[in-house]
Nanobody, 123 residues
């Protein structure tokens, strides 16, 4: 088991930036690929970004590529998502996830999930 807790969400203006964090506890953090997914009201959960076990492999959704950077610090058991040039369509609950399949863009491949953090972008 691994427990995940997201933080860093909030309200941002269009064009602004936010940095999300995901703190992990429980089993060895470095044995999991980590990812971020988001879910907007009335929509399915969608993949945002993922990072491999050591941070050397990264995967981004086309909708955020060039605007987001995913990173991890295995010494601190923490993953980050730096988001910039935010747009109203980025408004969603952002979830941190951990899985053993590598940094895949398929939400159902992740085994563990946090509770989510709300990101709201105003125009």
């Amino acid at each position: 088991q691994v427990q995940l807790v997201e933080s860093g969400g909030g309200l941002a203006q269009a064009g602004g930036s936010l940095r999300l964090s995901c703190a992990a506890s429980g089993r060895t953090f470095s044995r999991y690929a980590m990812g971020w997914c988001r879910q907007a009201p009335g929509k399915e959960r969608e993949f945002v970004a993922a990072i491999g076990y050591t941070g050397g492999s990264r995967n981004y959704a086309d909708t955020v590529k060039g605007r987001c950077t995913i990173s991890r610090d295995n010494a601190k058991n923490t993953m980050y998502l730096q988001m910039s040039s935010l747009q109203p369509e980025d408004t969603a609950v952002y979830y941190c996830a951990a899985g053993e399949y590598g940094p895949v863009a398929i939400p159902v491949k992740y085994n563990y999930w946090g509770q989510g953090t709300q990101v709201t972008v105003s125009s």
